[in-house]
């Protein structure tokens, strides 16, 4: 990355960090959603530096937290998350090589479809569901995640849903998006595709992030929570459209 592009991205992932603080969602779909837009990084290179900085994140709020994560909806989430975050890998880095067009369409498309899940205000269930829907939203969480690190809105959707306290809610998908995070770096290492030295320069955006997550909690914005989650859902919803239609031009344009 060249010298603006290293601050345009520092940029983006803090106001990123921040958001995701303040409502709990929305780091990796505001970090790949304005990549996508901005061309400073490869899709692939860019989900890489977000699942280091979603784990940066991560550890930084399960500081004190960890205590209240629900241990067992963890596991039975992981059994399936893990196997198709493999999945979603080998999905991405199969598109970035031969099918970009169709990577970004995809992105736009998940961007949008989060926007307007997210947009929902989840109906609380009377009982805890069972373990296979737990299953179920694991494994799109894991193919999401495996894609574009961003495993959030399917189980954001399904967690809120549950009768449980915020507080265990949150903590446990922060632990999640943890273990992912580990998991897809991990593939990244053993498969030998680590972005190149200038790329990796997008590692000084960890300060940044905790920064930044340090400022929302200390100095959050004069907004109620309602009208910061509309404006974060209407960029993103806009971010999506605006990566989708050029490929899908582009692509009825090239047959």
């Keep these: 990355m060249s010298l603006v592009e290293l601050i345009g991205f520092l940029a983006l992932t803090g106001i990123a960090a921040y958001i995701q603080t303040l409502t709990g969602f929305a780091f990796g779909l505001i970090t790949m959603g304005g990549v996508g837009l901005t061309g400073l990084l490869s899709l692939p290179d860019a989900a890489m530096l977000v699942s280091v900085l979603t784990f940066v994140n ?17 596991r039975v989430v992981m059994l399936t998350s893990i196997p198709m975050l493999f999945v979603g890998y080998w999905l991405l880095e199969w598109l970035a090589g031969t099918r970009a067009d169709v990577l970004r369409l995809i992105l736009g498309f998940v961007i949008i479809v989060s926007s307007l899940q997210l947009a929902r205000k989840p109906d ?9 829907s737990f299953m179920a939203f694991g494994s799109i969480a ?3 995640g495996g894609m574009f690190s961003t495993a959030g809105p399917p189980l954001v959707y399904h967690f809120y849903r549950q009768p449980m306290p915020q507080v265990t ?4 998908l922060v632990t999640i998006f943890a273990l ?5 770096n991990g593939l990244v290492f053993f498969s030998g595709n680590l972005p190149s030295a200038s790329t990796l320069t997008g590692l000084f955006a960890v300060p940044v992030v905790m920064a930044a997550t340090h400022a929302a909690r200390r100095w959050p914005p004069p907004l109620s929570p309602a009208a910061m989650r509309w404006i974060v859902l209407g960029l993103l919803f806009l971010s999506g459209v605006s990566l989708g239609m050029p490929a899908v031009l582009h692509l009825l344009t090239t047959r």
Excluded: C, Y
């Design 58 to 74: 991560a550890v930084q709020m399960l500081h004190k937290g960890w205590r209240d994560v629900a241990w067992r909806e963890f």
């Design 142 to 144: 894991g193919l999401m």
């Design 169 to 172: 809610i949150r903590e446990t």
């Design 180 to 184: 992912n995070a580990v998991f897809r």
């Design 124 to 132: 609380p269930l009377p009982t805890r569901s069972g373990d296979v």
